[in-house]
């Protein structure tokens, strides 16, 4: 079992940057991929990115590639996405997740555990 929790989201404006946190727990990560998603009302949740956990390999969506930025802090079992440049279309719940595959990880379907969610809302 793991728990993922994020954190830092928030209300900001139009080209302003922001850093979500996803901290987990339960479990040994050395073997895992982190993924970031989001979801807009209505909207199926969408990929925003991923990182494999040992290698520190990225991988992101076209949407936010140049802008976003995922990290990971071994020591802390902590995930970052660090958001810049953020334009009104970024403002979803943003999700992060855990899989052990090594595959199709642009997927939602392919992460076995989530966590709860941070709102970020860009203004224009």
């Known amino acids: 079992q793991v728990q993922l929790v994020e954190s830092g989201g928030g209300l900001v404006q139009a080209g302003d940057s922001l850093r979500l946190s996803c901290v987990a727990s339960?479990?040994?990560?050395?073997?895992?991929?982190m993924g970031w998603f989001r979801q807009a009302p209505g909207t199926d949740r969408e990929f925003v990115g991923y990182?494999?956990?040992?290698?520190?390999?990225?991988w992101y969506a076209e949407s936010v590639k140049g802008r976003f930025t995922i990290s990971r802090d071994n020591a802390k079992n902590t995930v970052y996405l660090q958001m810049n440049n953020l334009k009104p279309d970024d403002t979803a719940i943003y999700y992060c997740?855990?899989?052990?595959?090594?595959?199709?990880?642009?997927?939602?379907?392919?992460?076995?555990?989530w966590g709860q969610g941070t709102q970020v809302t860009v203004s224009s």
């Open positions: 997740a855990v899989t052990n595959r090594i595959t199709l990880l642009s997927r939602s379907d392919s992460y076995d555990y």
């Open positions: 339960g479990r040994t990560l050395s073997g895992s991929a």
């Open positions: 990182i494999r956990w040992r290698s520190e390999i990225t």
